[in-house]
């Protein structure tokens, strides 16, 4: 490696993510921290609090356990929306364990967890509506056709947060799981949290549970953070990755503890010929201070489905428990589209099957009309100050004929294999060029 190369990047690495911290927090600085007023129970005090605030139990809400609140959430949230232009309204959810079906948010607004409030997911699958699939992927994920509507979702909306102290929302995800691995389900799963076409998200101090799908979803959407949450699932449930920016732009991401039965955090792009065609990337994402167990996926992902381009992604202060790889670069001919500039440093591992894990032969198709000549560009990519230990293979990167990585930089790279594993460190390397 050339030194000045190093010195150069190092400088990019840490410009860029000032840039991009002083855009977040100027962000967060256009949400007061006030005294929330009007509530029935007792009052927080959060960001972004509204001129107009009320309690679930306003409206009907009946906290334990069984009965169902999809309507109480629904009048709540419909109330609230004619404030989303005379100072914003808040939502209060009290103690309490609150069963609900799919319900949508507002703009300039805030969904508030008290410490003891548990949002459950109704175990009844009608309580989530089959809604249109996503423009960028063509059909359903799991399944052609459409998709069961996320348990909280919104489109087109500006200024929403989802935050508390540190309540819970439980997807309840097990029938889910149980029908998807016996082939029983017609449409995709339902994601936790869903919010597409939208800017200015905040998703805070909450504890996501159990989600059917992919846990915090937001897609064709910017000016995101999403800081200081804790994302739990069974290491064997499927699918249900942590935090999936999907053609994104302008994301924070820190702070985060994730157990996940799939990648923590996976930043996508749309699928084949529908994610070309739409041609949204998911770019500028800065991720940091992650902590991630998840068995038989990464830490983080790049693709899959990232036909649109996935460029300009910082992450740092990554560490990573009993995880398959670190970071993960997925594609495939067919894919299209890009990931270049990714810059990756200071990543502490232990127990991993990879430390480096790439990809050009991965993942199924939507349909048979993807172009076989749409051929993914993976380039740019620099891992730095990467410590791991317990490690099975070192790294593992298999371009193809025609997916060629190109660029590659490691530096500062200690590994130390797991008990078993003889001699230098193992590496499996085809069609990839270092810089």
Known sequence: MEPKRNLRQAFRFQS?????????????????????????????????????????????????????????????VAYLNQFSSDGGGLLYVPAGRWVTGSF?????????LHKDAVILGS???????????????????????????????????TDVVITGDNGTIDGQGGPWWKKYRAGKLNHTRGHLIELMFSNRILISKVTLMNSPFWTVHPVYSSNIIVSGITILAPVNSA?????????????LIEDCYIVSGDDCIAIKSGWDE??????????????????????????????SEMSGGIQDVRAESIHAIDTESAVRIKSSVGRGGYVRDVYVRRMKLK?????????????????????PNAVPVIEGISYSDVTAKNVTIAGQMQGTRKVVFKGLCLSNVKIRMAKGVKGRPAWNCTASRAR
């Open 104 to 112: 949508n948010l507002t703009s300039r607004f805030t969904l508030f």
């Open 16 to 76: 860029t993510n000032s840039i991009w911290v002083l855009l977040m927090l100027g962000l967060l600085s256009s949400l007061k921290v006030v005294q929330c007023k009007g509530l029935r129970s007792p009052k927080p005090t959060t960001v972004g609090c509204r001129a107009h605030n009320v309690s679930l139990m306003d409206f009907g809400g009946i906290g334990d356990g069984i009965t169902l609140n999809t309507e109480a959430f629904r009048s709540a």
């Open 351 to 371: 127990t991993m099957k990879y430390v480096f894990w790439m990809t050009g032969d991965y993942g199924n198709h939507p349909d048979n009309h993807y172009d």
């Open 123 to 157: 175990p009844d699958m009608n309580d989530w509506p089959i809604i249109d699939p996503l423009p960028s992927y063509g059909r359903g994920r799991d399944a052609p056709g459409g998709r069961y509507s996320p348990l909280i979702f919104g489109s087109n909306l």
């Open 239 to 251: 699918n249900t990755d942590g935090i999936d920016p999907d053609s994104c732009s302008n994301v």
């Open 274 to 303: 529908y994610g070309i065609a739409f041609h949204t990337p998911s770019r500028h994402i800065l991720i940091r201070r992650l902590t991630c167990i998840s068995p038989t996926s990464a830490a983080i992902a790049l693709g």
